[in-house]
């Protein structure tokens, strides 16, 4: 997470993603990673994937404080068939 009245913070090294789910009711993005962690994004505003041919690589989520919220993949992500 990065943002200029925080700085630069690691939430998480490297884990295992199991899902990413929007709720709408609460506004919030939660990713679902492994050992019980999640991570929850309030108020997203901004989504950009970055993905090529190979498939995705990351994801930036914007909040509404302005906060950049980088999931990168250290193996591409495949894009389904």
Not at 15 to 25: E, Q
Request: glycine share 4%; proline share 4%; charged share 20%.
């Amino acid at each position: 997470m990065a943002g200029l009245n925080i700085g630069d913070e690691l939430s998480t090294d490297w884990t295992i993603m199991n899902s990413i789910n929007y709720d709408p009711k609460s506004d919030e993005i939660i990713v679902d990673m492994s050992d019980n962690y999640q991570h929850t994004i309030h108020n997203p505003v901004e989504l950009v994937i970055e993905e090529d041919d190979q498939g995705i690589h990351s994801f930036t989520v914007k909040c509404s404080h302005g906060h950049l919220h980088i999931i990168k993949f250290r193996t591409v992500l495949a894009l389904p068939d």
